[in-house]
């Protein structure tokens, strides 16, 4: 039933700016901590703006489903991609990406060590290598003390390069 309602791929192009992802994800709030990515992908998600702070507290955990695929005419070489979080304060994020049907983590959050995030700076960001015209699911576990808004931007990693020099990182 839930991959019935699994979201329409979001179609990316390599000359894309940066894309927020500001309409609707597909979420699930699980009342615990204690899922994993593959049971979490088989939760009973649903459509919820992403505007709307997350109703999170220091026990429950908030999962967003993505699956993105890449413009099978690009012409970008390496399909290298971002997706960051651009809130400053989260206490911890992890980006699951399913390859061959099993699932690769990526870790970034307030209460995890710099030197352990995937990719350092002031928030969560996490890269993404996406092959044209092959759909890539993704699952985001995050989980905050209070609630929170969680905006998501994807953006591609030539592109965010720059960004990161401009901000310092």
Not at 35 to 48: I, K, L, V
Not at 73 to 95: C, E, K
Not at 99 to 126: I, M, S
Not at 140 to 160: C, E, G, S
């Amino acid at each position: 039933v839930a991959e019935a309602r699994a979201a329409s791929p979001l179609l990316l192009t390599d000359n894309s700016e940066p894309w927020p992802l500001q309409d609707s994800s597909m979420q699930w709030l699980e009342p615990g901590r204690n899922a994993t990515a593959a049971q979490a992908w088989a939760a009973p998600f649903e459509a919820a703006h992403m505007a709307h702070a997350a109703p999170l507290n220091a026990n429950n955990t908030l999962w967003i489903k993505l699956s993105l695929v890449r413009a099978t005419g690009s012409t970008g070489r390496t399909g290298r991609w971002t997706l960051n979080i651009p809130q400053p304060y989260l206490d911890h994020v992890v980006l699951f990406e399913r390859q061959d049907g099993a699932w690769y983590p990526q870790t970034a959050g307030d209460k995890h060590a710099q030197r352990h995030w995937n990719v350092r700076g002031l928030y969560p960001e996490f890269e993404l290598y996406l092959p044209p015209g092959q759909p890539t699911e993704v699952l985001l576990q995050i989980r905050n003390f209070k609630p929170l808004a969680i905006p998501l931007r994807m953006v591609p990693a030539n592109l965010r390069e720059g960004q990161r020099l401009a901000e310092g990182i």
